[in-house]
């Protein structure tokens, strides 16, 4: 098909790509990868001279992805198992491809506003099958339910090799109290971190889509009283799949963004017309929803699920209390992992202990790193396995995502990318605070929409 019409397919369907059973024994090369090569290759073949001149490296953004790309390169100096290195950094230039077409090609912004409009087509579906999912819990047992998501529906997605983690070895899919259970929805997702992570980078989509209306009224109070599009009850729904999702950081991060939200507001108030203040007043009220949801989740959270009775009805009350409390098992064991993070850092400053070799780190096998063990910790992560200048690279390449997303919206005059550039204002430093505990937004749904948000992002760079 035409490469407009392959990107926005592409867009559509990251939550449904599936593994690609090649062998017998390597049945988990996700259909995506082939996908955005061969994206990235027909756009080189209608548009030679983007290699022909080397434009694509023109810009400061691609000046520090290209530097980033060479301190992973060499990280692999120090890596104990160099190949895992080298298959971790294709993964990233794999990704990579989507985000340099759609920054490079998607010039018109009427197709711009396509690719966003097909960024809702995903957060449904997702949001979809985890209301299914939550649904499943009433009807079937623990083992049914794993043998349903965990046997046939994962694998399927992901390959044998990590469904046998998560059926064997651990997920994240499920909140213990003694023999007490409770779903965290994963949705499509491997985990449950990265699911609320995908939900919130197409939160803004959803703004664009449904509250266009509202948004071109005069005065805030005039925004909050306009109704949009009935669509736009997609919005509660999705911030309910991320509250059920039971990511304690995503809950925590959610309330440091009234802080956020404040100081951007105050920001307007002196570099701003009034009109850009009331529109992000208005789209940052959605943060009281959010927390209204809340109300919504406890007896979900706390009902029986997988045919279980529960003693305790305060199991919902209880984990969000844990967020503070150093001593759960969880959170301790996050502390002691950041310790031995730093540690490594400061034996290991320049050049880290080599990219895809986390484990290392932690005294584990290092095929351990697909079963999830890093940092928890976005940025030690970085740090810890490609060294400072790399951290220091990323955390520039970050604000100048950030500050490219302030100035379109205050520079773009229709509603409906002042609703999505006013919604990544939220949602972005959102996830950016919720990678102080996680490094889920390198997993691969999660990554392949932060990369098609930033091509979005840096469009006619």
Not at 195 to 202: A, E, K, R, V, Y
Not at 265 to 286: G, H, P, Q, T, V
Not at 369 to 377: E, K, V
Request: glycine share 6%.
């Amino acid at each position: 098909m035409p490469l407009e019409e392959g990107l926005v397919f592409f867009v559509r369907s990251i939550p449904l790509f599936i593994a690609i059973p090649l062998t017998a024994g390597y049945d988990n090369l996700n259909m995506w990868r082939i996908f955005s090569g061969i994206i990235f290759l027909k756009f080189i073949i209608s548009d030679l001279e983007f290699l022909k001149n080397l434009k694509f490296i023109r810009s400061r953004i691609a000046k520090v992805l290209l530097i980033l790309l060479g301190l992973a390169f060499l990280s692999l100096w120090n890596a104990e198992d160099p190949i895992t290195g080298l298959k971790r950094i294709i993964y990233f230039i794999n990704t990579a491809l989507i985000g340099i077409v759609i920054a490079h090609y998607a010039v018109r912004e009427e197709y711009i506003k396509r690719l966003i409009k097909n960024i809702v087509v995903p957060i449904i579906i997702v949001s979809v099958v985890g209301i299914i999912q939550v649904f499943s819990t009433y009807f079937i047992d623990i083992y049914q339910f794993m043998r349903l998501w965990g046997e046939e529906i994962q694998l399927r997605l992901f390959g044998t090799e990590w469904s046998y983690i998560a059926v064997n070895l651990g997920n994240t899919w499920f909140a213990y109290y003694g023999e007490q259970l409770s779903l965290r929805v994963f949705s499509l997702f491997p985990d449950s971190h990265s699911f609320p992570i995908f939900l919130l980078l197409g939160l803004p989509a959803l703004f664009a889509w449904t509250i266009q209306k509202p948004l071109a009224k005069t005065g805030y109070w005039a925004m909050v009283r306009t109704r949009g599009l009935l669509a736009t009850i997609w919005i509660p729904i999705a911030l309910l799949m991320a509250i059920l999702s039971g990511t304690r950081g995503i809950w925590a991060a959610g309330a440091g963004m009234v802080i956020w939200c404040s100081l951007i507001w105050l920001y307007f108030r002196y570099r701003a017309d009034r009109e850009s203040r009331n529109i992000f007043a208005c789209l940052s009220s959605y943060l009281v929803i959010f927390f209204i949801l809340f109300l919504v989740a406890f007896p979900i959270f706390s009902s029986p699920q997988f045919l279980l009775s529960k003693g305790d009805s305060s199991l919902f009350e209880r984990r969000i209390r844990s967020i503070i409390d150093f001593g759960e098992t969880s959170n301790s064991q996050r502390l002691a992992i950041w310790h031995d993070s730093l540690k490594s850092i400061a034996r290991h400053p320049l050049k880290g202990i080599g990219i895809g070799n986390f484990p290392v780190v932690l005294d584990q096998d290092i095929r351990l790193a697909r079963a999830g063990s890093s940092a928890h910790n976005l940025y030690l992560h970085i740090a810890a396995e490609m060294g400072i200048f790399a951290l220091l690279a990323a955390i520039y390449f970050l604000w100048l995502a950030l500050k490219r997303v302030l100035n379109h919206f205050i520079k773009s005059t229709g509603t409906f990318f002042r609703a999505y550039y006013g919604g990544l204002l939220i949602t972005l430093p959102w996830i950016l605070a919720y990678s102080l505990t996680d490094v889920a937004l390198f997993d691969e749904r999660a990554l392949l929409l932060f990369v098609v948000t930033l091509g979005i992002i840096f469009s006619n760079d």
